[in-house]
């Protein structure tokens, strides 16, 4: 009865955090201000101080998690209503998420490796440039543990969305479908958020480009985590 | 009853999602089931004259608050200690400069290709 009430009020209290920190965001519209930091803070500064063990938190906080893979699946209806896009340009579009994803595998393994890092390291860098829940996925898949690539996702996303413009300008690139599809398969739903904020065409291709890289990304991932770990 | 709709989609999605994990285990897939899932989704929406507008309430309501449903794992951080140390802070530099990498070759490629489409139609 009591673990009853710990799951209920752990539950109730995510919900708070998540509303209470998605208020301050739209105050204060910074990357660093994402209610996924700033939340993520709350949580575990809540938990330090009072001394709640995270496995008795997860009573509750496993019940909010479950719903990751309906939400996964979900992204099937936005990449449906943009299959125009993906129609339209379907050569510019597979080939650039394409190379992004392979680029962004090699570059981790070669990383990784060269850093020394052990195999559950590697495991969660692989899919950082994924949406949270499928690069949770791909690394509990290869061995690895999903709070820690959720984070190496984040920086992904909070970085990407800090460099696009320098980075845009840097490869000589001004065209809308070309940046969001470099946002999208770099820097995930973080990313897309503020190609939205842009142009209505890359906020779309960046949305699109996010959800098909996390495709390409759980295909390849693990084949390449599995040759190279 | 807009909250027995939303219950309904979420069911509706929750049984791609079980379908698809159980795919990856019959068949011994390495990708995960949540994936084949939203795959499986978008061939229904493909092959059959159902929409995304069926499930919009339930769909909307997940994307949109996407961030609450990681929070609990993102908040599993406490117990990973080990990301504030020196390979913590290699790999997080690394990933950021896997993202440049990624940003930068992925439009890149795509705006060398529009180009040559558009320069093809002229």
């Known amino acids: 009865m009591n673990e009853w009430w710990t799951g209920v009020a752990a539950i109730a209290g995510t919900m708070m ?12 519209p910074a990357p660093l201000m994402l209610p996924i930091v700033t939340g993520t803070i709350v949580i575990i500064l809540f938990l330090l101080i009072s001394g709640i063990p995270y496995n008795a938190y997860m009573t509750g906080g496993q ?54 890092a052990s195999k559950e390291w590697a495991a ?11 690069a949770m996925d791909i690394t509990t898949t290869l061995g690895g543990d ?26 000589g690139v001004t065209d809308p479908v070309a940046k969001g599809i470099g946002m999208g398969s770099a820097a995930h739903a ?20 996010m959800t098909v890289s996390a495709v390409i990304v759980a295909f390849l991932a693990p084949l390449a985590g599995n040759l190279f770990l | 009853m807009n909250v027995f709709r939303i219950v ?7 049984a791609f999602y079980w379908t698809g994990v159980w795919i990856q285990g019959v068949l011994q897939l390495p990708i995960p089931g949540s994936i084949l899932g939203m795959l499986l989704l978008l061939a ?15 769909s909307g309501l ?26 913590g802070a290699v790999l997080v530099t690394a990933v950021f400069i896997s993202t440049l990498l990624v940003m930068g070759t992925g439009s890149w490629v795509s705006q060398y290709l529009l180009k040559k489409r558009r320069e093809h139609r002229e």
């Open chain 2, 62 to 87: 997940l994307l949109g608050n996407m961030p609450l449903l990681f929070l609990p794992v993102t908040a599993g951080l406490v117990i990973h200690g080990e990301l504030f140390s020196v390979l």
């Open chain 1, 190 to 209: 973080i990313g897309t958020a503020k190609s939205l904020e842009n142009s209505e065409t890359e906020g779309a291709v960046s949305s699109v480009a």
């Open chain 2, 44 to 58: 229904v929406f493909i092959f059959t004259s159902a929409t995304p507008k069926w499930i919009q309430e339930g």
């Open chain 1, 63 to 116: 019940w909010i998690e479950s719903l990751l893979g309906p939400a996964v699946v979900a992204l099937a209806c936005p990449l449906y209503e943009q299959r125009h896009l993906l129609k339209r340009y379907s050569v510019p579009i597979l080939s650039g998420i394409g190379t992004g994803a392979v680029i962004g595998i090699i570059s981790g393994l070669v990383f990784t490796r060269a850093a020394g």
């Open chain 1, 124 to 134: 969660a860098v692989l899919p950082k440039s994924v949406t949270t829940p499928v």
């Open chain 2, 8 to 14: 309904i989609h979420i069911l509706i999605l929750y």
């Open chain 1, 146 to 171: 999903a709070p820690l690539a959720a984070m190496f996702v984040m920086v992904a996303g909070i970085g990407g969305v800090v460099v696009h413009a320098q980075v845009m300008k840097a490869v």
């Open chain 1, 17 to 28: 955090v998540y509303a209470a920190s998605k208020r301050m965001y739209r105050r204060f």
